[in-house]
Every structure is written in C-alpha cells, then in structure tokens.
C-alpha cells in the first residue's frame, strides 16, 4: 500500500515516510548541535576532522593566492619601483632613529649611573625607584625600592626634577616609604619666592593640592607665586621648589587668608626619584644658649640679635615638625 | 557501466565544488555577497534528478561535511539542507515545470527559509542577531539560479550524460 502510494504520483503527494525521515534527521541535526554546543566529546571528533579538512582549505584558498600571485605578477613596474624606492627610504630613516635611540638609551644609562654615585656641588643624592603609589584620600605615601641596607635613613628628603616630594618616614631592609608633601598629616615649612613671606604648607584631603591655611590677611600673595622650602625647622634644605599658588581666598575662619597650591613635583607621575643624602645643615632654631659664660655685658647683644629669628620659625615649624615626624 | 561512472562524478565533483566555492575567501566587503553554494547546487540536482540521487540522508551527509569544513555548529547545516531537500522534494514535479522566473522566485523563498532557520538555531546558541547585510545572500543566490541552472542544464546536455 504504501509503495504502491509513492510509486503513484509524488505530484502532490506528501509521503507520510518522507515526513518521518525528515523528521528524523532534523532531531539528529538538533543532537549534534546541543551536543556541539554543550562542547561534549565532539570537540575530539572536530580535531581529528580538522586534521583532514585542512588540505582543503589549502585548495579553497588556491584562487585567492593565485589573484595575489597574478596582481603580483601583472601590476606595473613603476608601482613596483616606486614602492621599493618608499620602502628603502623608511628602512634608512628607521635605522637611523635606532641608531640614534641606541645612543639615547646609552647616555641614560651613563647619567642614571653619575646620578646614582654623584657627590656633587651641594647635593648629596641617590636614585631611587618607586614601587608602589598609595594616593588616597587620606594617606598619600609611596614605597621606594631603597632601604635601609641602602644606607636610607629615616627622614631623608625625597626630590624629582621639579621639586619636593616628601620625605622618608619608614624605612624597612629593601624599601621605604615615603609621606608626599600632599599628605594630610604632612607639613613643610616654605617660603614664598616673589616676596620672601614664610608660611606653612599642609597636604590636604582634597586631591593633589597643598593648602596654607595660615596667611596673614595683609600679606601679599597671589595666585602663581612659587613655593620654595625655606629650610627652617632643620629637615628640608632650603631652596628646593615645592609648589605654586593657585588660589588665595580668605579662611572660612576669617582671620586669615587661605591659599591652594599645587606641587610642582610629579607626584603621580615620576618614576625616579631622588634621595637627599645629608639632611640639611641645622639652621632652624639654633641650640639654646647656655648661660654659662660670666661675661654678661656681651651677651645682651648677640642674643638681641639672635632672638628674633628664632622666634618666628620656632612658631611656624612646630606643627611641620611634630605632624611630619610624629606621623609614622 | 563507464556512462553511469561519468555521470557519478559529475554528479560527486559538483558538490565538491559547491563545498569548495563556499570555502574560497573573499575580501570582508564581499563577503555578505556569497551565495550558498551547497544549497543551489542540491537544489539543482534535487530538481533534475529527484529522489534517485539527492535524498535526505545526501543531504544531511553534505551538511555535515560543510559544518566540519566551515567551523560552524555541527548539525546547523545539516539540518538546513535536510529542511531545504525536503520542501524541494516534495515541490519537486511543480518545480520543474515553472516558468524561470517564478522558479527562481521559488529558489528565493526556499533560500530565505533557509535563513530564518540559520536565524533560529543561532538565537537558540545565544549569538548576537546579524546585521541586515547577512539578508543580501539569498538574494545573490536567487539572482544567480538561473545562470547556474542554465549552466549546468548545457553542460550536462554537451556531455550527454543524464
């Protein structure tokens, strides 16, 4: 019966076993996709097939490369000669920066090694590595890859190009740390370069900025002026840069101006850094003097004149001072 | 007994080309362009020689082989070809005897089907839906049927071979 059917006419006909053998090999198709999906062990069955199938991407690929070959072949000799010509040129010029980045690289190594052992007119320096940045809101340290079997001692200076850093406040066999200057706990005592105006620099905790909350309202100050260490307080030498004022405002306090200053160091951006061997000569407040010589009608003179310095960085640098080294 | 071996690998070495031509590279712009190869060329023998060579499990076997060859799911062609045999097939005698340009319209329906089919197995994988360029194809195909039927129908009439 059912041959006779499919013998008859397959004009309209719709053969009930042509359905289930399509049927039938859809759910195979299906298998093989949820399997091959579900990446089971076909995967193995598709390397192995892999291995046949690739002499025949080789002949599938066949005319590509031969239109390769033929627009080799064919294209014109003076886009050829020309191309050569372009091609030579850029071989030169990029032989040449080599040459040239190789002596760069030279004289970088050559300086990196005078730096690293310099004792040069005043600075007394050592290269130092940054390992590790901490710039958070409320700490802003970074570890530097010399320590103490470096000879690093704690409190040393840390400088870049530009200006201060910060300085050493921990120092462990292989590496320290190093408080920025942008540190709410820390503080350095500057000077302003224009007027010579001496004042307070704190970190602060608001970004990358340094504040100076204690600006008498008469003073001179405007934004653009420079920030150098006025070296007093005995632990930052003097004269080194360490920002510049962006903004003067008054204190929300009203007793004194407030001003921001940004630090001229690369704070987030160098890699290298410089550490001040000796620490600055002691020129902030001088020993007290011991009243022990029995000429006192000499000695109302030289302390007349002494007393007044002292007396002003006394004020200014204790908080410097105690906040900076107090901290670790 | 030489003839039907003649007509075999005709028959053999048209497939393979199809296989093949699905294969060969073309530049990115083109190759939203290519036809599917496989499915005219099953077409074509499923029109002309109907259920005595071109048969589900032909087409299922071929599928199979342009999976494997083209990287893709294994069984999403297979199942394409099976479901495009089938409708061929069963339209064969109405095929044939349409006029070329509704048989190619008809081609362009088929290869449409084709595609929503290849649409769902990859929404069923979780694939990204194609962009509108991934339509063109059928349409080249349904464009070229008519050359490929013309084609083959002078070649196999030159060779005397049926």
């Known amino acids: 019966m059912a041959l006779a059917r499919e013998e008859s006419s397959p004009l309209f006909a719709g053969t009930a076993a042509g359905t289930l053998r399509l049927i039938f090999y859809l759910a195979l198709a299906l298998v093989l996709m949820v399997l091959d999906h579900r990446n089971g062990w076909i995967w193995r069955l598709r390397n192995t097939a892999s291995v046949l199938v690739e002499p025949v991407y080789r002949l599938a690929s066949l005319p590509a490369t031969g239109m390769r070959a033929a627009s080799v072949a064919f294209s014109d000799r003076k886009v050829l000669t ?34 690293d052992t310099q004792h040069s007119l005043e600075l007394n320096v050592q290269l130092a590595r940054v390992i590790d940045v901490d710039l958070g809101a409320s700490r802003q340290r970074m570890l530097i890859n010399v320590g103490s079997h470096d000879g690093v001692k704690k409190g040393q200076v840390v400088i870049d ?12 066999a292989r590496t320290s740390l190093v408080m920025l200057v942008t540190d709410p706990d820390h503080a350095i005592p500057v000077v302003i370069e224009r007027t010579g105006l001496r004042t307070v620099a704190y ?62 160091a690369d704070l ?16 902030g407040p001088p020993e007290p003097v011991t009243p022990a010589g029995p000429p006192a009608d000499l000695a109302p003179a030289p302390s007349a004149s002494t007393a007044p310095p002292p007396s002003t960085p006394r004020a200014a640098v204790a908080p410097a001072t105690s906040t900076g080294t107090a901290q670790p | 007994m030489n003839k039907q071996r003649i007509q075999w690998l005709w028959f053999a070495g048209s497939l393979l080309f199809a296989l093949m031509s699905m294969l060969i590279p073309l530049p990115a712009p083109l190759q939203p362009f290519k036809p599917y190869w496989p499915a005219l060329f099953l077409l074509y023998w499923a029109l002309e020689s109907g259920d005595q060579r071109v ?12 999976d494997l060859l083209d990287g893709v799911l294994l069984g999403e062609q297979a199942m394409r070809l099976c479901a495009l045999v089938f409708i061929a097939l069963r339209f064969r005698s ?14 362009l329906a088929l290869l449409l089907n084709d ?48």
């Open chain 2, 55 to 66: 048969n589900l499990g032909l087409a299922f076997c071929i599928g199979l082989c342009a």
């Open chain 1, 161 to 172: 190009a530009h200006g201060v850093i910060g300085q050493v406040v921990e120092v462990m």
């Open chain 2, 115 to 162: 595609r929503v089919l290849l649409l769902i197995v990859r929404t069923f994988a979780g694939e990204a839906l194609p962009t509108a360029s991934w339509w063109i194809s059928p349409f080249v195909g349904a464009a070229l049927w008519p050359f490929l039927f013309l084609l083959m129908d002078d070649l196999r009439m030159r060779l005397r071979i049926q």
């Open chain 2, 94 to 107: 109405r095929l044939r005897f349409f006029p070329m340009w509704q048989q190619t319209l008809a081609v």
């Open chain 1, 268 to 283: 987030d951006r160098s890699e290298d850094v410089l550490l001040l061997h000796d620490l600055a000569e002691p020129v």
């Open chain 1, 203 to 264: 970190g602060s905790r608001d970004g990358a900025l340094l504040s100076l909350p204690n600006i008498s309202m008469a003073a001179d100050v405007h934004p653009g002026d420079k920030l150098l260490t006025s070296g007093l307080g005995g632990r930052f030498p003097p004269g080194f840069p360490v920002g510049e004022i962006r903004s003067v405002e008054p204190a929300a306090s009203g007793m004194f101006l407030e001003g921001k200053a940004r630090p001229t």
């Open chain 1, 82 to 115: 020309e191309q050569n010509q372009r091609l030579r040129e850029d071989l030169l010029l990029a032989n040449a920066k080599l040459n040239r980045m190789a002596a760069v690289a030279e004289q970088n190594q050559r300086l990196k090694e005078l730096l």
